[in-house]
């Protein structure tokens, strides 16, 4: 089986897979994002998956998305990219020129500069907050005892259009106790929107309400350099 034929194929078992969990969990009617997590993957890679009509792509790094994504952007205008990875504070202007929603606000100072490069622009991105559920110091998130106050603050005070939360569970924990934690803090802040499950979980996360999982591995294979 050829590249485009394998990527192809990786698709129609993922998304297969997606509405099983939908009906194993009753939400028939649900509208859940796959977001193809393209992070190392070249772009004759990412032309396979755009070739059977994919257009919801998830990237780690704004300078990687940059060079791939700027060029495929001019020729399919119906792309949305996900900034999925850390943001660093001086690299929010090339986010904003790059990306079409922000996943991972987790700070005050970066809301602060988006909210300032959004009024500069006119054109506001929708944004997730990053909860670190499992309060690892190793991985980016508000913690989930300031996630309240957080939210609140983005919303109110930097006016940041704040669509809903985002997750990734300790790897070494029972994913569900995460994604049940996240779908709490967001009922509770009127937000609806959950980006939450990734290969390994992304069935348990829509049992739970994701409305949005990002996948890699399982379409695309393991990641590699390039």
């Known amino acids: 089986m050829n590249l485009e034929s394998n990527v192809a194929n990786n698709f129609r078992i993922v998304q297969e897979k997606i509405e099983l969990a939908k009906v194993s969990a009753g939400r028939l009617d649900a509208n859940i994002v796959l977001t193809a997590v ?41 792309i949305k990219l996900h900034l999925i990875g850390p943001l660093q504070t001086n690299k929010v202007k090339q986010a904003v020129r790059t990306f079409d929603i922000i996943e991972t606000v987790d700070r005050p100072k970066l809301a602060r500069e988006l909210a300032k490069i959004f009024n500069a622009t006119g054109l506001p991105l929708d944004c997730f907050i990053q909860i670190n559920t499992g309060d690892e110091k190793q991985k980016s998130g508000v913690s989930p005892k300031d996630a309240d106050i957080f939210i609140k603050r983005c919303i109110n005070e930097f006016q940041l259009p704040i669509v809903g939360l985002m997750c990734i569970p300790p790897i070494q924990d029972e994913p569900s106790l995460h994604f049940a934690l996240l ?42 350099s390039f």
Not at 56 to 65: S, T, Y
Request: net charge positive.
């Open 183 to 224: 779908a709490k803090i967001a009922e509770r802040n009127g937000l609806t929107q959950l980006s939450m499950g990734m290969s390994t979980d992304y069935k348990v996360a829509i049992a739970f309400g994701a409305t949005e999982v990002r996948i890699g591995k399982n379409l695309f294979g393991a990641r590699s």
């Open 38 to 78: 393209t992070k190392t993957k070249t772009v004759e890679i990412i032309r396979c998956a755009l070739k059977v009509g994919h257009r919801v792509f998830g990237e780690n790094r704004v300078h990687e998305a940059m060079e791939k994504w700027l060029p495929l952007k001019e020729q399919f205008v119906d």
